[in-house]
């Protein structure tokens, strides 16, 4: 009777501990969705949608084979009140891609962006042109041709936060026209930290789904760095041996160092 009396005080004592953490996780989740939702009304807006027109053409031992013209939509970050603003090098130009895809075939692609539109959040359309290029670091900036009416939302690089392997971090996007380009945000975590050749946060499943060019936060609202990708030339050969890459977060002192070049 005793072993019996025993084994159920155990259960229940097991049932009211797992109760408890279940509630203590919950309130957690809560208080971090409470925080996200903080990050997105305060920064959504800083997050752009980048309208490019794309001229690509490919030739052969100095013949051109192919031409084809497109027009493609990314996102972007602004970081200064005056518009300029940063996303994906190769969102933007792929040509790098390409060339590496196609080099030992023998293929040159040459990739030249003819038109530039800032989508702003209240839906206006602002030309704009691509004042840098950063291919190591997958970096590109764009900034209005005209100085906006009034300053922009604008993230604060400098006010930035590192982060270490499992802590969470906050993604802010910007979804696309079928829906109606709002803002939206996802929760991750930091899943490895990458030293060499450079310091790079790899976010977990949801940031390699998430759109590159966005910023990436604590969940207090501090700037972490920018969704970026990492690509390195396959050492095979052959076009199903392309580049490889991986989703990585460059730190906001980097992109902020580049960007002084850009000003």
């Known amino acids: ?145 005209k100085k906006p009416e009034q300053p922009l939302t604008a993230v604060d690089l400098k006010d930035a936060a590192e982060a270490q392997v499992l802590e969470e971090i906050v993604l802010v996007g910007r979804l696309g026209e079928a829906a109606n380009r709002v803002s939206y945000v996802s929760l991750d975590r930091v899943s490895a930290i990458m030293q060499k050749p450079r310091k790079w946060y790899v976010p977990g499943i949801a940031g390699h789904g998430f759109e590159k060019g966005c910023p990436v936060f604590t969940p207090t609202g501090k700037i972490i760095g920018i969704l970026l990708n990492r690509l390195v030339p396959s050492q095979g050969g052959g076009m199903g041996n392309g580049p490889n890459w991986v989703a990585v977060i460059l730190p906001a002192a980097d992109v902020a160092e580049v960007a002084q070049q850009a000003q």
Request: proline share 4%; net charge negative; aromatic share 4%.
């Open 1 to 145: 009777m005793k072993s019996h009396a025993v084994r159920a005080l155990r259960t229940c004592l097991a049932a009211m501990l797992a109760v408890a953490l279940a509630g203590a996780a919950g309130a957690a989740g809560d208080e971090t969705a409470a925080l996200g939702r903080k990050v997105l009304a305060k920064w959504g807006p800083a997050v752009v949608s980048i309208r490019l027109t794309v001229k690509m053409r490919m030739s052969s031992e100095g013949r051109q084979v192919d031409e084809e013209e497109s027009t493609q939509e990314i996102r972007g970050t602004v970081i200064d009140p005056s518009g300029l603003a940063v996303c994906s090098l190769a969102e933007a130009d792929p040509s790098h891609i390409f060339a590496a895809m196609g080099q030992s075939q023998g293929y040159q692609w040459d990739v030249d962006i003819t038109g530039v539109k800032m989508r702003l959040p209240d839906g206006k359309e602002i030309p704009a042109k691509v004042v840098l290029r950063d291919q190591d670091l997958d970096l590109a900036f764009i900034r209005p041709e």
